[in-house]
């Protein structure tokens, strides 16, 4: 078997440092790099793939007379499986189709440098040919690597799996011969774990158990936990290791590539709605908890979401599912076949009468995306429009609950309580150009521009406000309507250099990146009196502009054989412009003074060092320690004019390590410890159903996880993650709030001490009908979320869920059964402390019993059992 390794290097490369420092001081000519290249031309050495086993191409039917070769783009994954596969020139569909399905079952010995594994891919000849059919390796793929191609060699065909049993024989006449080159995919090097507290959730471990929705698949990363507790035209609330994120505050999320967070947003600051996202065009998801990469900007003060999106899978899918509650889920997907894993569109329908008192809901969901380009240059194209409408069930006093007053899936018989809806709407579009060099260098531009609109009204507190502008206004319902629409527009690009070696103990890139992004917002909040919606308070009416632009340098350097350092440091420069055309509850005023208008600016400076150290002292083995400072960016009407804008810096550390065990890594175990300090945390709050400002705060906590893979039809995961979050301050009084319920040293509240998931899923052929398999699919997910503390030293509930689904597959139907809350507990999705009055003082049909004016447990009921029938066919 021959196996050549072609290696350009480069002008730095052969001399290194001195060499390119002294020309350009001129201290001598480029010419004397000639007499250095010998010495310095050892470079780290790229194995490439090799070919273990492989199934020949079964010929279609009307084709046996003809011996086509399909050129086929493979990406040979760390365990050796194939990842993407498309064909080069798509000629006819149902041979690229057949060479595909061929070259998927395929597996590798995967390309290393030195003893690390990497993802890399070759161009493979796939020759219809009988009996056994003839392989070709070659090449590089777009934005996988360097070099020229190798040429093609024709031999007699013969059986490839002796490469596996026998290596002699590899090498014999009769054996076809292999050349391959070693193509490194730097764009996923440059992502890979910048702490032992980051991890990838593929697409094998997001179907191994059942997920609702894309929000739900966030689930499976260690520590987060995420719930819906006001219905899917609403962001999901998510917590992640001592975080209450709710709507997206501490998580940065990125969807495609392109930032999804919302600033200054009037119902969560950092607002984040993945509601669009169809969970099938899910490729994988990246979690980077903690602040250690400095691509990760505004939001990330707990970590960072990036979802990739592809369709492995390809053709056409429909499927339609009916569950309780007449639930009715459609979707329609296209994956042509032979265009890449990222080429697809679909489509997704969603309604549902809710489980509950006014939980009915309707939404839709399109998104098309589409790359292609050459080895030099690639580009993508990212579109999605989604809409949805939906009921709010609303906060329940507990005590109302356990005497009786009111159901726990109901709404308060009261007029203020009725009509709690959502609604939401969305378009974005990104475009992305990638440019990599023959060299290794890559360079990337992207541009994205969306539009979103929010209307939201909800009743937390009952009968309880009082007006700002006559405060002989009061008892008309505390219905609170927000409204937020935004255009949002962005410019990102990097460059990272080809790899370097200035010593023969020392390689690296050096990467340059710019993120920036313009926030144009109108926002307004009033006290609707029901049941004709009208405004009876006027609290917020405002209109927003902010600029962020941030800048960032990133080395990454591997100092000998076991040791590599990545680090580098970021910086964004903020700009507020605010016209507050109400201009109350700005922070200096008396919340009972009305003031008519308050324009202002505001700017200021993040800035900070993200740094990891990695040592791997055994292939199996890899140590790391990271530190790193974010910040979150403030919440613009809170800032008064000519103010540096007061971001919430973090502080952020890591320690821990990744055991690999297998020859396919069939095991994998990740533990950390970690810290991380906020000078300046908020929590909800329900009297203005928004985000208010805390003092500072400290997580200190450890999360390990296991990933089990024994056999090829099992994935299994398990993850524990412990953390203590303490408030270090209590808030700065303010003539709004001149006392607080907070006190140094107390537990955050709403934060959860123990999170726990386990994903459990296996999918085989079970027997066969006519020749053709029939394959079943079962799988299981468990969340635990343990009390946690609220505010006037209350607890809320844990909560324990668990769902299953099982499927069966034949020729492209598939019929399943996904079960969610299979207990059937009964679980606060939400649960608060605060004072509320839900007695109609205008009508008399409220619950008996006199309220108390003393906070108590409330909470927003989560779902019950559902149970979810799909009917699937693929073409």
Same mark, same amino acid.
């Given at each position: 078997?021959?196996?050549?390794?072609?290696?350009?290097?480069?002008?730095?490369?052969?001399?290194?440092?001195?060499?390119?420092? @002294?020309?350009?001081? @001129?201290?001598?000519?480029?010419?004397?790099?000639? &007499?250095?290249?010998?010495?310095?031309?050892?470079?780290?050495?790229?194995?490439?793939?090799?070919?273990?086993?492989?199934?020949?191409?079964?010929?279609?039917?009307?084709?046996?007379?003809?011996?086509? =070769?399909?050129?086929?783009?493979?990406?040979?994954?760390?365990?050796?499986?194939? @990842?993407?596969?498309?064909?080069?020139?798509?000629?006819?569909?149902?041979?690229?189709?057949?060479?595909?399905?061929?070259?998927?079952?395929?597996?590798?010995?995967?390309?290393?440098?030195?003893?690390?594994?990497?993802?890399?891919?070759?161009?493979?000849?796939?020759?219809?040919?009988?009996?056994?059919?003839?392989?070709?390796?070659?090449?590089?793929?777009?934005?996988?690597?360097?070099?020229?191609?190798?040429?093609?060699?024709?031999?007699?065909?013969?059986?490839?799996?002796?490469?596996?049993?026998?290596?002699?024989?590899?090498?014999?006449?009769?054996?076809?011969?292999?050349?391959?080159?070693?193509?490194?995919?730097?764009?996923?090097?440059?992502?890979?774990?910048?702490?032992?507290?980051?991890?990838?959730?593929?697409?094998?471990?997001?179907?191994?158990?059942?997920?609702?929705?894309?929000?739900?698949?966030?689930?499976?990363?260690?520590?987060?936990?995420?719930?819906?507790?006001?219905?899917?035209?609403?962001?999901?609330?998510?917590?992640?290791?001592?975080?209450?994120?709710?709507?997206?505050?501490?998580?940065?999320?990125?969807?495609?590539?392109?930032?999804?967070?919302?600033?200054?947003?009037?119902?969560?600051?950092?607002?984040?709605?993945?509601?669009?996202?169809?969970?099938?065009?899910?490729?994988?998801?990246?979690?980077?908890?903690?602040?250690?990469?400095?691509?990760?900007?505004?939001?990330?003060?707990?970590?960072?979401?990036?979802?990739?999106?592809?369709?492995?899978?390809?053709?056409?899918?429909?499927?339609?599912?009916?569950?309780?509650?007449?639930?009715?889920?459609?979707?329609?997907?296209?994956?042509?076949?032979?265009?890449?894993?990222?080429?697809?569109?679909?489509?997704?329908?969603?309604?549902?009468?809710?489980?509950?008192?006014?939980?009915?809901?309707?939404?839709?969901?399109?998104?098309? %995306?589409?790359?292609? *380009? #050459?080895?030099?240059?690639?580009?993508?194209?990212?579109?999605?429009?989604?809409?949805?409408?939906?009921?709010?069930?609303?906060?329940?006093?507990?005590?109302? =609950?356990?005497?009786?007053?009111?159901?726990?899936?109901?709404?308060?018989?009261?007029?203020?309580?009725?009509?709690?809806?959502?609604?939401?709407?969305?378009?974005?579009?990104?475009?992305?150009?990638?440019?990599?060099?023959?060299?290794?260098?890559?360079?990337?531009?992207?541009?994205?521009?969306? +539009?979103?609109?929010?209307?939201?009204?909800?009743?937390?507190?009952?009968?309880?406000?009082?007006?700002?502008?006559?405060?002989?206004?009061?008892?008309?319902?505390?219905?609170?309507? &927000?409204?937020?629409?935004?255009?949002?527009?962005?410019?990102?690009?990097?460059?990272?250099?080809?790899?370097?070696?200035?010593?023969?103990?020392? #390689?690296?890139? /050096?990467?340059?990146?710019?993120?920036?992004?313009?926030?144009?917002?109108?926002?307004?909040?009033?006290?609707?009196?029901?049941?004709?919606?009208?405004? +009876?308070?006027?609290?917020?009416?405002?209109?927003?502009?902010?600029?962020?632009?941030?800048?960032?340098?990133?080395?990454?350097?591997?100092?000998?054989?076991?040791?590599?350092?990545?680090?580098?440091?970021?910086?964004? =420069?903020?700009?507020?412009?605010?016209?507050?055309?109400?201009?109350?509850?700005?922070?200096?005023?008396?919340?009972?003074?009305?003031?008519?208008?308050?324009?202002?600016?505001?700017? *200021?400076?993040?800035?900070?060092?993200?740094?990891?150290?990695?040592?791997?002292?055994?292939?199996?083995?890899?140590?790391?320690?990271?530190?790193?400072?974010?910040?979150?960016?403030?919440?613009?009407?809170?800032?008064?004019? *000519?103010?540096?804008?007061?971001?919430?810096?973090?502080?952020?550390?890591?320690?821990?390590?990744?055991?690999?065990?297998?020859?396919?890594?069939?095991?994998?175990?990740?533990?950390?410890? /970690?810290?991380?300090?906020?000078?300046?945390?908020?929590? /909800?709050?329900?009297?203005?159903?928004?985000?208010?400002?805390?003092?500072?705060?400290?997580?200190?906590?450890?999360?390990?996880?296991?990933?089990?893979?024994?056999?090829?039809?099992?994935?299994?995961?398990?993850?524990?993650?412990?953390?203590?979050?303490?408030?270090?301050?209590?808030?700065?009084?303010?003539?709004?709030?001149?006392?607080?319920?907070?006190?140094?040293?107390?537990?955050?509240?709403?934060?959860?001490?123990?999170?726990?998931?386990?994903?459990?899923?296996?999918?085989?052929?079970?027997?066969?009908?006519?020749?053709?398999?029939?394959?079943?699919?079962?799988?299981?997910?468990?969340?635990?979320?343990?009390?946690?503390?609220?505010?006037?030293?209350?607890?809320?509930?844990?909560?324990?869920?668990?769902?299953?689904?099982?499927?069966?597959?034949?020729?492209?139907?598939?019929?399943?059964?996904?079960?969610?809350?299979?207990?059937?507990?009964?679980?606060?999705?939400?649960?608060?402390?605060?004072?509320?009055?839900?007695?109609?003082?205008?009508? %008399?049909?409220?619950?008996?019993?006199?309220?108390?004016?003393?906070?108590?447990?409330?909470?927003?009921?989560?779902?019950?059992?559902?149970?979810?029938? %799909?009917?699937?066919?693929?073409?």
């Amino acid at each position: 078997m021959k196996l050549r390794l072609k290696h350009k290097p480069s002008a730095l490369e052969r001399c290194g440092w001195p060499w390119l420092v @002294g020309c350009m001081l @001129g201290l001598y000519a480029p010419s004397v790099c000639a &007499q250095e290249a010998g010495a310095r031309a050892t470079a780290r050495a790229l194995t490439p793939p090799r070919l273990l086993s492989a199934n020949a191409p079964v010929i279609p039917e009307g084709l046996e007379d003809v011996e086509p =070769v399909v050129l086929v783009h493979v990406v040979v994954e760390v365990d050796g499986s194939v @990842g993407e596969a498309h064909v080069e020139v798509a000629h006819d569909a149902v041979l690229d189709a057949a060479a595909i399905e061929a070259v998927r079952t395929w597996h590798f010995e995967p390309a290393r440098e030195g003893d690390r594994a990497l993802r890399a891919a070759v161009r493979v000849s796939v020759r219809f040919q009988s009996p056994i059919p003839h392989f070709d390796l070659a090449g590089s793929h777009t934005g996988f690597g360097e070099g020229d191609e190798s040429l093609n060699h024709e031999h007699p065909a013969s059986d490839p799996r002796a490469l596996a049993e026998d290596p002699e024989e590899a090498l014999s006449p009769n054996a076809p011969t292999f050349t391959a080159q070693a193509t490194v995919d730097r764009e996923t090097q440059a992502e890979r774990h910048r702490a032992a507290s980051s991890y990838e959730l593929d697409r094998a471990l997001l179907d191994a158990a059942p997920h609702a929705d894309a929000a739900s698949m966030l689930n499976s990363a260690p520590g987060l936990f995420v719930t819906r507790p006001e219905g899917d035209a609403v962001a999901p609330r998510i917590m992640l290791r001592g975080f209450d994120a709710e709507h997206g505050q501490d998580l940065a999320i990125n969807v495609a590539g392109i930032p999804i967070n919302q600033p200054s947003h009037l119902h969560g600051q950092g607002y984040a709605d993945i509601g669009f996202v169809i969970p099938e065009v899910v490729q994988r998801i990246r979690v980077t908890e903690g602040v250690y990469d400095p691509r990760q900007g505004d939001f990330a003060t707990a970590g960072s979401v990036d979802m990739d999106l592809g369709v492995e899978r390809r053709g056409t899918r429909l499927r339609v599912g009916y569950g309780l509650f007449n639930s009715v889920n459609a979707l329609a997907l296209w994956a042509p076949q032979g265009e890449r894993t990222e080429t697809f569109a679909a489509v997704q329908f969603r309604r549902t009468d809710g489980f509950g008192q006014g939980r009915e809901g309707l939404s839709a969901s399109g998104i098309a %995306q589409a790359v292609w *380009g #050459t080895d030099q240059l690639r580009a993508r194209v990212f579109l999605t429009v989604s809409a949805a409408r939906a009921g709010i069930g609303g906060a329940l006093r507990r005590e109302d =609950v356990h005497a009786g007053r009111v159901g726990f899936y109901d709404l308060y018989p009261v007029t203020a309580a009725q009509n709690q809806t959502a609604f939401s709407a969305r378009a974005l579009g990104g475009a992305t150009l990638t440019s990599t060099g023959t060299d290794g260098s890559v360079g990337e531009v992207a541009i994205f521009a969306g +539009w979103t609109s929010f209307r939201h009204q909800a009743n937390y507190t009952g009968y309880t406000q009082v007006s700002l502008t006559d405060p002989t206004w009061r008892g008309r319902g505390d219905i609170i309507e &927000q409204q937020n629409q935004v255009f949002h527009a962005g410019l990102n690009g990097h460059y990272r250099t080809p790899r370097f070696h200035p010593w023969d103990w020392l #390689t690296g890139t /050096f990467e340059v990146g710019l993120q920036s992004r313009v926030d144009l917002t109108e926002q307004d909040q009033n006290l609707l009196q029901l049941p004709v919606n009208r405004t +009876w308070d006027n609290r917020v009416d405002a209109s927003l502009q902010g600029v962020d632009v941030g800048a960032y340098v990133d080395l990454d350097l591997h100092l000998g054989e076991h040791v590599r350092l990545r680090g580098g440091a970021r910086a964004d =420069v903020l700009f507020y412009n605010v016209d507050d055309r109400l201009g109350n509850r700005i922070p200096g005023f008396r919340p009972d003074t009305y003031i008519m208008g308050y324009r202002r600016t505001a700017s *200021g400076i993040a800035a900070g060092p993200r740094v990891t150290l990695e040592w791997t002292p055994v292939r199996e083995l890899t140590l790391s320690a990271a530190y790193g400072e974010g910040y979150r960016s403030p919440q613009a009407r809170q800032l008064t004019d *000519g103010e540096s804008a007061p971001y919430a810096k973090v502080w952020s550390g890591d320690v821990g390590g990744r055991l690999r065990l297998g020859d396919e890594d069939q095991v994998q175990i990740s533990v950390s410890g /970690f810290v991380t300090r906020v000078s300046r945390d908020i929590a /909800f709050d329900p009297d203005e159903g928004r985000l208010e400002p805390l003092g500072p705060s400290t997580r200190i906590g450890v999360a390990g996880q296991i990933r089990f893979e024994p056999w090829r039809f099992l994935t299994s995961a398990l993850s524990v993650t412990y953390v203590r979050a303490t408030l270090d301050a209590p808030p700065v009084p303010t003539l709004e709030q001149p006392t607080s319920a907070y006190v140094a040293g107390q537990l955050l509240p709403y934060v959860a001490p123990f999170v726990l998931r386990a994903d459990v899923g296996a999918h085989e052929d079970l027997f066969t009908i006519d020749g053709h398999p029939v394959h079943g699919r079962i799988g299981l997910g468990l969340s635990v979320l343990s009390s946690r503390p609220l505010p006037y030293g209350d607890h809320a509930s844990p909560i324990g869920l668990l769902d299953a689904m099982v499927s069966a597959s034949y020729r492209g139907i598939t019929l399943g059964v996904e079960v969610f809350n299979l207990t059937n507990s009964q679980y606060a999705a939400a649960e608060y402390s605060y004072a509320s009055d839900w007695q109609d003082p205008s009508f %008399q049909n409220q619950p008996s019993g006199v309220p108390s004016r003393l906070p108590t447990r409330h909470f927003s009921a989560g779902a019950p059992l559902t149970i979810m029938a %799909q009917l699937g066919v693929d073409f």
